[in-house]
């Protein structure tokens, strides 16, 4: 790809990325997006879109989200030719593919050191309930929050101290009484997006002039059917 391609990431995301433009030798700038504004979508879709907005005309901008709680919805192309995953949130960017990551079950909550660090992370939750409630009412409202998960998984991506990270989480979940397990990640979607070529099956390609659509986060289902779609410069699809 050109030179005029850069990449938008979730600063969530930022160590996979990191290890993935290491092994590829890519030196595209990258805008990071502050993570602890998944739990607040309508700010997160604000700083991509004014991220975006603020890049030189006609730029091939690789998005690194996943579509978490609809926060790319509107996202506007402008100038520029948007690629980014079909996948409903980061965790497949993780784990290389939304099949792996619903071999889990909803009753999985995902943990990387990335996510941990973040400010939006359930461990960040966790304080500010205390802090709040007091000890003793905010972990049982944290429990009441958490008590449809099974279980906690630590996803190995090889970016980080994996013992290290299994310890904090083993920490934490003392406190709400869930097991923790490792397991394998694997980083070829972020890979698969540097490397170009994308199959319209995984990625979803909008073009100058077109935006996101609510359809568009719902495009897993269709495209595990076999059914392509991308956006056109008149905001119309194509399939």
Same mark, same amino acid.
């Given at each position: ?8 990431? @979730? &600063? ?13 030798? @890519? ?8 993570? #602890? ?12 879109? &004014? ?17 978490? #709680? ?19 949130? @980061? ?17 999985? @909550? ?24 007091? &000890? ?19 996803? +190995?991506?090889?970016?980080? +101290? ?34 170009? #070529? ?34 056109? #410069? ?6």
């Amino acid at each position: 790809m050109e030179d005029t391609t850069c990449i938008v990431a @979730c &600063e969530t995301l930022k160590q996979e990325l990191d290890l993935v433009m290491q092994n590829r030798n @890519c030196s595209w700038p990258v805008i990071r997006i502050d993570a #602890g504004k998944h739990a607040r979508p309508d700010e997160l879709r604000v700083s991509i879109q &004014e991220s975006l907005n603020r890049l030189p005309p006609a730029r091939t901008v690789l998005l690194l989200f996943g579509f978490c #709680g609809n926060a790319l919805v509107g996202i506007a192309a402008g100038t520029h030719t948007l690629i980014l995953p079909r996948v409903a949130d @980061c965790i497949p960017l993780f784990i290389g593919s939304p099949e792996e990551r619903d071999s889990y079950g909803a009753g999985t @909550c995902f943990f990387t050191e990335g996510y941990l660090n973040s400010g939006g992370s359930i461990v960040s939750d966790t304080s500010r309930l205390i802090e709040r409630y007091g &000890e003793k009412r905010g972990l049982f409202i944290l429990k009441k929050m958490l008590m449809h998960y099974r279980s906690f998984a630590v996803i +190995n991506t090889g970016t980080f +101290n994996v013992a290290a990270v299994q310890a904090r989480v083993e920490n934490f979940a003392k406190q709400v009484d869930i097991p923790v397990k490792v397991i394998p990640g694997s980083l070829r979607i972020i890979d698969a997006l540097l490397a170009g #070529g994308w199959q319209t099956d995984a990625f979803l390609i909008v073009r100058p002039g077109g935006s996101v659509s609510f359809e568009d986060s719902l495009i897993s289902g269709r495209a595990r059917q076999g059914l392509d779609t991308v956006t056109d #410069g008149s905001g119309k699809r194509r399939i």
